[in-house]
């Protein structure tokens, strides 16, 4: 029998060895190891089921779960030997087990193929991954709650078009991101329902023509139900592009908080402290302190959205069923992960130490007459129509930019002659916290109901 110089366990087809670059170049097993424990774990749930129908012997069974345990502590230990020429992750870890057990190993690829294996495994990953992410979401949304609850009083500007609009409370901002987060986790969710789903038992494409039983994987997996067709088992890859849809959107979240985080800081707005151990100084300016955290994250939010178009293009145009342009989906997703996991975390940390500057808040926020709306109110409550009284605030805020006065340093007298409904309790809702205090229905600013959204929003994270 000819033989080539080759390890590689599916090298017999082949009268040629493969090329090295080749084989450098198809190689995943750099990227792809980092599923490991969920190749093992698949492996596992595999080999009880083929033991189940009786394609192995109990005692094959044993020595594969031995070998596969041996294995993982290897790898744990960062004792195990990563090989190029077995290419990836799953040739790796069997070629490991047959050398362990000898013959048993060489069996345990019965009934299935790296086609439905590798699907199994990335759904196995992104399961535990989107835990850890929960975990990370859910340290950030507390984080908020808790200091939406002490700055539930304090008044700032809300802004529109980055101008000063109305006057709002911090805590009410908060809340704003909090609701932001509260999608992210459903979304994480949702699509956590279509990861769950076990491919394997597709086999290559086709299934495989052993009775394998395949609610008992499944079951053992952890996954709520077997795929229903193979072709699109092993080829599918929707769930990884919805996973990396919903950390761009967690992300461009992100991408929010650190643009307003970093506009507060400025010495313009001057609305926040950012701690020290979150920012960097300058190396040629000393009087600097950076928002670097914020700023990094803002700048990571562009890169989770060009996987997630990496991943759109990658899977276009693609013939069922497995093609290898799908191992290409690794590296965006795992880097995906990362840099969600880490910004989520970076902002968990620094959140409890944000302090808020709340004259310099204030003041802004008495700027630009943001209380004009609340007066046109006041004169509808008075029986004039809103676009008459919109007319009348707008004569009045005139007067306030010629003689530099906020509406609520005009006189009595000077509003009165603006219009005769004008009375003294006018000052009342001119000023900045009657104007919150009166926006109270529900999703309003007013510190009440701040403090009563931030209860609600206690009870769904417990
Ligand atoms: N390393 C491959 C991947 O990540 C595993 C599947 C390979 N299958 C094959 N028929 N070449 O997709």
């Given amino acids: 029998m000819t033989t080539v110089n080759t390890d ?46 009786n394609i192995l012997a109990e005692t094959e069974y044993n ?21 190029i020429k077995q290419e990836d992750v799953h040739m790796n870890i069997e070629a490991r087990l047959t050398d362990l057990i000898g013959i048993a190993g060489k069996k345990l690829h019965t009934g299935r193929s790296r086609n439905d294996q590798v699907a199994t495994d990335i759904r196995l990953y992104l399961r535990e991954e989107i835990e850890v992410i929960n975990g990370q979401l859910k340290r950030l949304q507390i984080a908020l709650l808790d200091l939406a609850e002490k700055e539930a009083d304090t008044i700032m500007p809300g802004f529109t078009h980055l101008q000063v609009a109305q006057p709002i409370t911090f805590g009410h901002h908060l809340m704003a991101w909090f609701e932001m987060l509260s999608r992210d986790v459903e979304r994480l969710q949702d699509c956590t329902k279509r990861i769950n789903i076990m491919p394997l038992g597709a086999a290559a494409l086709a299934g495989t023509s052993y009775p394998i039983d395949r609610h008992m994987t499944a079951e053992l997996l952890g996954f ?8 699109d088992s092993v080829s599918d890859r929707d769930f990884a592009i919805e996973f990396t849809a919903a950390a761009s959107l967690i992300m461009l979240h992100l991408s929010r908080f650190s643009e307003e985080l970093v506009l ?25 302190k950076n928002p670097d955290v914020p700023e990094l994250v803002r700048g990571k939010s562009g890169r989770v959205t060009g996987h997630l178009m990496s991943l759109l293009m990658l899977m276009k145009s693609q013939p069922l069923a497995y093609n290898k342009d799908n191992q290409e989906d690794k590296e965006p997703l795992f880097d995906t992960v990362d840099t969600v996991v880490n910004s989520l975390r970076a902002f968990a940390d620094m959140m409890p130490h944000i302090q808020s ?13 943001a209380t004009a709306t609340d007066l046109a109110d006041y004169l509808v409550r008075k029986g004039i129509a809103f676009r008459d009284a ?21 006189s009595l007298e000077e509003l009165q002659g603006f219009s005769a409904e004008i009375t003294a309790d006018v000052f009342d809702i001119l000023k900045l916290e009657g104007s919150v205090a009166a926006r109270k229905h529900i999703g309003g600013t007013a510190p009440d109901t701040v403090r009563a959204a931030i209860k609600s929003a206690r009870a769904t994270l417990s």
């Fill in 390 to 410: 919109h007319e009348v605030v707008g004569l009045a805020v005139r007067l306030g930019v010629e003689t530099k006065r906020d509406l609520s340093e005009l």
């Fill in 63 to 83: 020595d594969i779960e031995k070998g596969l345990e041996q294995i993982s502590t290897e790898i744990e230990a960062g004792e195990f030997n990563w090989s």
């Fill in 8 to 53: 590689k366990l599916s090298s017999a087809r082949f009268a040629q060895a493969t090329d090295a670059f080749v084989e450098v170049f198809t190689a995943s097993v750099d990227f792809d190891q980092r599923m490991a424990q969920q190749d093992i774990q698949g492996s596992l749930a595999h080999a009880k089921m083929l033991t189940s129908i």
């Fill in 264 to 288: 507060w800081t400025s010495a313009q707005f001057d609305f926040i402290d950012m701690p020290d151990a979150f920012c960097t100084g300058s190396s040629i300016m000393p009087q600097k």
């Fill in 224 to 231: 709520s139900r077997p795929s229903n067709n193979s072709l």
């Fill in 357 to 369: 500057k709340k004259e310099n808040m204030y003041k802004a926020a008495k700027q630009g007459f």
